[in-house]
């Protein structure tokens, strides 16, 4: 199984950016996907997730209104669109993919928010 983020960079306040998230080795359209980010110093944060079929999306708090999850279950990606971003919003960002009790995780692609 492997989970391959993409789309991370730096990007000033205020700018966007839209994650990827390919999937491979799983069947991907029965897994509950999840962003989660990594910031220096700091706890693991769950971002945002959409279940399996896409009908149903939870945010953070912090991103609530700026970011949004969706998937693609013909092409196995999961997307995190991020809109507004803040400089808090710096760090790495890391999807999840969940089946009962069989999880995998990406190796994470840096997003960086900085003038």
């Known amino acids: 199984v492997q989970l391959v983020e993409s789309g991370g960079g730096l990007v000033q306040p205020g700018g966007s950016l839209r994650l990827s998230c390919a999937a491979s080795g799983l069947t991907f359209s029965r897994y509950f996907m999840s962003w989660y980010r990594q910031a220096p110093g700091k706890e693991r944060e769950l971002v945002a997730s959409?279940?399996?079929?896409?009908?149903?999306?939870n945010y953070a708090d912090s991103v609530k209104g700026r970011f949004g999850i969706s998937r693609d279950n013909i092409k196995n990606t999961v997307y995190l669109q991020m809109n507004s971003l803040k400089p808090e919003d710096t760090a790495v960002y890391l999807c999840?993919?969940?089946?009962?009790?069989?999880?995998?995780w990406g190796q994470g692609t840096q997003v960086t928010v900085s003038s």
């Open positions: 959409i279940s399996s079929a896409g009908s149903s999306t």
């Open positions: 999840k993919a969940i089946l009962r009790n069989i999880e995998y």
